[in-house]
């Protein structure tokens, strides 16, 4: 069965410094989509950064960017030069091809405390 | 573009009660997902709909309902209320990448 986890339940990052949220997965799929969402206290889902299993270079997206390490099955999100409006929780997420359709399983989330 | 909105941002609802929570989207997406999330959890699919007339179960569809009669709305119904289905709701719908685009959500209590 499809699984994203993230291991980091919470991080502190300094203003201005970059940062790397981790999540691997598992799957036995060929075809898969890798995505991270910011949530912030206000409590929407933002999208941040999308990956698909095929795409040869890493994903970016202004200042974040995914590390996609295919062979270890994990696709890190990096934020660089940190400010204090990343606070917020941030989930991994997987799509799931099986069932016809674009499932979307999540991971558990990161919580992420930016300090100036 | 409003994007996807969801009624009602809040409910509390009496144990055995039934409710609807309604999700709209404009941007002609075909695929649309309900999820519930707890507190110290990530998001868990609920149900969701490759297009409409179709629905399918997601990971934890046990007390919930759903019907896509328009390509634009999905429902989620709770048709008897329990505690364990307090938590905060989110509808998505997804372009053909699996981008999801979601809603407010909507916060239920249940006493």
């Known amino acids: 069965a499809q699984k994203i986890t993230q291991t980091q339940p919470g991080m502190f990052v300094q203003e201005k410094e970059a940062v790397t949220l981790d999540c691997t997965y598992d799957?036995?799929?060929?075809?898969?989509?890798l995505f991270w969402y910011k949530q912030p206290s206000s409590g929407e889902m933002i999208f941040l950064i999308y990956?698909?299993?095929?795409?040869?270079q890493n994903a970016t997206e202004g200042r974040y960017s995914l590390n996609f390490q295919k062979a270890r099955k994990s696709a890190n999100l990096v934020i660089s030069a940190s400010q204090l409006g990343d606070s917020a929780m941030y989930f991994c997420?997987?799509?799931?091809?099986?069932?016809?359709?674009?499932?979307?399983?999540f991971g558990a989330g990161t919580r992420l405390f930016v300090k100036a | 573009n409003a994007g996807v909105t969801q009624t009602p941002k809040f409910r509390v609802l009496k144990t055995g009660q039934s409710m609807t929570l309604l999700c709209a989207q404009d941007?002609?997406?075909?695929?649309m997902y309900w999820y519930r999330q707890d507190p110290g959890m990530g998001l868990r699919l609920i149900h969701y709909?490759?297009?409409?007339?179709?629905?399918a179960k997601g990971e934890v569809p046990d007390g919930y309902n759903v019907s896509r009669l328009k390509k634009q709305n999905f429902l989620l119904g709770l048709e008897s209320a329990a505690p364990s289905q307090t938590s905060v709701y989110f509808c998505?719908?997804?372009?053909?990448?699996?981008?999801?685009?979601f809603g407010p959500g909507t916060r239920l209590t249940v006493t």
């Open positions: 709909s490759v297009g409409e007339g179709t629905t």
């Open positions: 997420a997987m799509r799931d091809p099986l069932g016809g359709g674009f499932k979307t399983i």
């Open positions: 799957t036995s799929d060929q075809s898969y989509g």
């Open positions: 990956q698909g299993s095929y795409d040869e």
């Open positions: 941007m002609n997406h075909e695929y």
């Open positions: 998505a719908s997804s372009d053909p990448t699996g981008t999801g685009y």
